[in-house]
C-alpha cells in the first residue's frame, strides 16, 4: 500500500525509523512507565460507550475521554497522579522530525488489541494546530486510513509496521485519519501481541 503524491504538505511516512533493538528497548521503557500511569479504558462522552483500545499518557498533560467529553489533564484519571516524564528518546524523535520550536506536552498511549480499531477521527482538542502529530507504531502492523481535511473525502490506506513513524504537520495536520484494523500476529515484539501506538503532541500554543 502506497500512498500517492497528492496528500497536503506536512504529511510524512517514515518507514522503519526505529531498528528492532531501540523497538525493545522502548517498549522496556514503556513496560515500566505502564506501572506508574497503567492503562485504563476511555469512554465516549454522553454514551459512556467504551473504547476498544486501552490508553494512558506521559507528559505534563494526558488526553482523556469520559462522559463529561475529551480533554486534557495533568493527572491520571484513576490513580490522581501527575503522567510520567516523556522518555528522552521520544523527545529526541520529535526535535528530528517534528519541525517545532517547541517540546511536546503530550505522549498519548495507546493499545490496540488484535480486535480493535479506531474510527476515523480529527486530533483538534489541542489549543494549537502549529506543532505536528508524530506517531510512533510497535507491536502488530495497523491498517492506517489517512484522507483529507473534510469528513467523506477520499482516503487511502497504508500499513503501518512496527518502528514506523508517521507525522501530520502543516497542512495534513487536521487530515482525518483511522485504524482499520489490526493483523494479528504479525510481530513479535509485545509478548501479548497487539499494538501500542505512541502519540506526541503538543497543546499550548507556543
Not at 533493538?21 to 476511555?42: I, M
Not at 490522581?80 to 523527545?91: A, D, E, R, S
Not at 526535535?95 to 498519548?108: F, I, M, Q, R
Amino acid at each position: 500500500m502506497r500512498l500517492s503524491d497528492d496528500f497536503p504538505k506536512g504529511f510524512k511516512y517514515l518507514p522503519g525509523y526505529f531498528s528492532p533493538e531501540e523497538q525493545k528497548g522502548l517498549v522496556d521503557t514503556l513496560r515500566y512507565l505502564v506501572k506508574e500511569a497503567p492503562l485504563f479504558t476511555p469512554v465516549m462522552p454522553r454514551t459512556g460507550k467504551p473504547f476498544s483500545v486501552r490508553m494512558t499518557n506521559l507528559g505534563t498533560l494526558g488526553w482523556v475521554s469520559d462522559r463529561s467529553g475529551y480533554r486534557y489533564q495533568t493527572q491520571h484519571p484513576e490513580t490522581g497522579q501527575p503522567w510520567p516524564v516523556i522518555p528522552k528518546v521520544l523527545q529526541d524523535l520529535w526535535n528530528k522530525v517534528g519541525d517545532s520550536p517547541t517540546a511536546p506536552e503530550a505522549c498519548l498511549v495507546n493499545y490496540y488489541a488484535a480486535t480493535a480499531k479506531m474510527g476515523m477521527h480529527q486530533d483538534r482538542d489541542e489549543k494549537t494546530f502549529e506543532a505536528p502529530v508524530v506517531s510512533v507504531s510497535l507491536g502488530d502492523t495497523a491498517i492506517f486510513r489517512l484522507g483529507g481535511v473534510k469528513r467523506g473525502g477520499p482516503t487511502q490506506s497504508l500499513k503501518l509496521n512496527s518502528g514506523d513513524v508517521v507525522v501530520l504537520g502543516g497542512e495534513a495536520r487536521l487530515c482525518y485519519h483511522g485504524i482499520d484494523r489490526i493483523l494479528g500476529g504479525s510481530s513479535s515484539l509485545l509478548k501479548d501481541g497487539g499494538r501500542l501506538n505512541l502519540t506526541l503532541r503538543r497543546i499550548s500554543p507556543f
